[in-house]
């Protein structure tokens, strides 16, 4: 079990009726990596992290997590998603939210977890606030709170720099370099090359459904975030 | 235990983010209240036949009143992405939904006595004379609807016109036991108690129940994630 592929994405497609939105994508993450996807819109990576998060089933072809199954309960138990949305309740405050995802992912001590992240976060003071209430900054903070609360050993994050203010991005990057630096696996689908390459080991870039180029994020990357696209992508 | 922990942890979260609101359930009230005193005009409460035909009027209420609280059962995790979140944690769907089915369960319930006084009052029926059957009528009736309903509201959250799909898809579904639940009420409040003539109707309810349950649990995983 110790020895399987953190993430192992095997001849995958996925069909948005005949339209298929992933063309046999064969991808592999080991633990303690960090794999940017990358690509133009459409093409694919939302589509290809929400696969490997479990919230579809793929068409055809296998995804594996540490080597289980992406539905079984310990694989999720294993996976920490940022989506698009904040997956956070506006009628809930901060700590009932975090108390919440600790009770459903069956901490030991939920609330202990819960003040923990809020006060890593920057959110100790406010953690009685109702979440209406909170500013954007704030709110997704409080989405990265949840998605680290139970010690995810896989975090898949979706376009995670998008839309956060300075503070947030900050937080975020200390939390995914500790996170790396724990030996924890991250596979994110970003357009903020800079920001996702400052940190990737790993880059595969997504064409239409099918992977381009996948391999180790290189110097040429680092100092140009344009060169994959120029020398794999359509251009 | 830790299934019913989690059931427990789903139903508390809806009731509690529909109690700081009360969106759903004013909706509902105000409807129920609405529809009661407006059929209350177009029927004579002295009538015989309006007497007669009363557990229908009142399931009637019921059941649309209720839809206004099922739609948003699942769409209430629309907002933030919420649903992703839930469907990631390792909790098993079947908790899901019988989480979210017994919040709903408690809202409809608490509409429904709120309203069922009232419609004591304007079609002049002693509700109360066969209390306890009626109470259990009720809860077996609003079981089968409020399953029946949280599992459609799942399957239409997406759906642009959810409002509209889901009492088309459940509706039909309902048919039976909104047929058991019409016959015993009218019954009931009229004074009659439930016998052997007509206890076929309450087993029907029953099995409805079971059936429903038993089918939504086992659906509920392909319904959330295909």
């Given at each position: 079990m110790s020895s399987a592929a953190a993430v192992k994405v095997d001849g995958v497609w996925k069909f948005y009726g005949d339209y298929p939105a992933l063309r046999n994508v064969n991808l592999v993450a080991e633990p303690g990596s960090c794999l940017a996807l990358i690509g133009r819109n459409g093409a694919g990576k939302t589509t290809l992290l929400r696969t490997i998060a479990g919230f579809s089933r793929a068409g055809k072809g296998k995804i594996e997590i540490f080597g289980g199954a992406t539905r079984d309960p310990e694989t999720r138990r294993s996976m920490g998603f940022i989506g698009h949305g904040i997956s956070v309740y506006d009628e809930l405050s901060a700590l009932e939210n975090l108390l919440l995802y600790g009770r459903l992912y069956q901490l030991p001590d939920p609330r202990a977890s819960a003040l923990h992240w809020l006060e890593r976060t920057g959110l100790d003071r406010v953690k009685h606030g109702l979440v209406r209430e909170f500013s954007r900054g704030m709110r997704q903070r409080l989405a990265v709170a949840r998605a680290f609360l139970h010690e995810p050993r896989v975090l898949l994050l979706d376009e995670?720099?998008?839309?956060?203010?300075d503070r947030a991005i900050a937080v975020l990057q200390t939390l995914l370099r500790e996170a790396l630096t724990g030996g924890k696996t991250i596979v994110m689908s970003t357009h903020q090359l800079r920001e996702a390459l400052e940190l990737a080991t790993h880059v595969a870039l997504l064409n239409r459904g099918q992977v381009a180029f996948h391999g180790p994020c290189t110097a040429e990357m680092v100092a140009d975030p344009g060169w994959v696209y120029a020398r794999y992508g359509e251009g | 235990m830790g299934f019913l922990r989690l059931i427990g942890v789903v139903m508390l979260k809806d009731l509690r983010a529909e109690l700081r609101t009360k969106e759903a359930v004013n909706a509902s009230l105000s409807f129920a209240l609405v529809v009661l005193v407006l059929f209350s005009f177009a029927f004579d409460p002295d009538e015989e036949t309006t007497r007669a035909i009363s557990g229908g009027l009142l399931w009637i209420v019921f059941a649309f009143a209720g839809t206004l609280l099922l739609n948003r059962s699942f769409a209430r995790e629309l907002p933030n992405d919420c649903l992703d979140a839930l469907i990631s944690a390792p909790i098993p769907g079947s908790a899901l939904l019988l989480g979210k089915a017994l919040a709903n369960f408690l809202l409809v319930l608490a509409v429904e006595f709120i309203a069922l006084p009232l419609f004591g009052i304007f079609y002049n029926v002693h509700w109360t004379a066969q209390w306890p059957q009626l109470l259990l009528v009720i809860l077996l009736a609003t079981w089968g609807m409020t399953i029946t309903g949280t599992i459609f509201s799942a399957l239409t959250v997406n759906i642009r016109l959810r409002e509209v799909m889901l009492p088309i898809l459940n509706f039909p579904i309902l048919i039976p036991a909104l047929l058991g639940a019409m016959q015993l009420t009218s019954a009931l409040v009229a004074g009659q108690p439930i016998t052997e003539a007509n206890s076929s109707w309450l087993k029907m309810l029953i099995g409805f129940d079971i059936m429903y349950t038993a089918v939504s649990v086992f659906l509920v995983e392909t319904v959330l994630v295909g």
């Open positions: 995670p720099f998008t839309a956060l203010d | -």
